[in-house]
């Protein structure tokens, strides 16, 4: 079955600095990938995906992503985190035909200024 | 110009009632969802519409029944309210084809008391 795995919990960081969320995936196919951010009280918003193509996928707010077939993993990554990015990451795979999403347990980004 | 609106945006009732939560969308998408979130922010999908076609219909009390009059609209209808149900209730559209990239409403808190 397929699953989405987000190792990290909470992550703490301070503001300008790197930022690496990790995903890794269980999926037969080639996966949809997907990273959303979700601010406190709202709803998800896309950041970047990944479905065929260039491995290193660009997304908003400065994030990008890479997709490593070998290691099942889908790494969100900013080189210079701002404060406003403190919120929850979720990274989902995307199974068969139907669009159904399987979203990973999230992770918790905290900024420290 | 809001892209994929949900009303209410909370809703408390007590145990036992009734309730709709309505779904919109602008964006021209053939595909509609809803997913659940939890206490812990896990995110589970509920059901998919595609064209007003139930496509998806995942392991989700009988007392939830969806209905979709046209593709840019999907409601969700909960019957005999449990505490178990307090959640937040996404919707998402999306075009019916792969990679299904989904953009999600702002979500509606459910209490019941």
Redesign the interface.
Known sequence: AQSVTQPDIHITVSEGASLELRCNYSYGATP?L?W?V?SPG?????LL?Y?SGDTLVQGIKGFEAEFKRSQSSFNLRKPSVHWSDAA?Y?C?V?SG???????G??TTLQVKP | DTAVSQTPKYLVTQMGNDKSIKCEQNLGHDTMYWYKQDSKKFLKIMFSYNNKELIINETVPNRFSPKSPDKAHLNLHINSLELGDSAVYFCASSQPRPPYEQYFGPGTRLTVT
């Open positions: 949809y997907f959303y979700q709202q709803g998800l918003q896309l995906k479905f929850e979720f989902a995307g035909n139907t669009g159904k999403l399987i979203f347990q999230g």
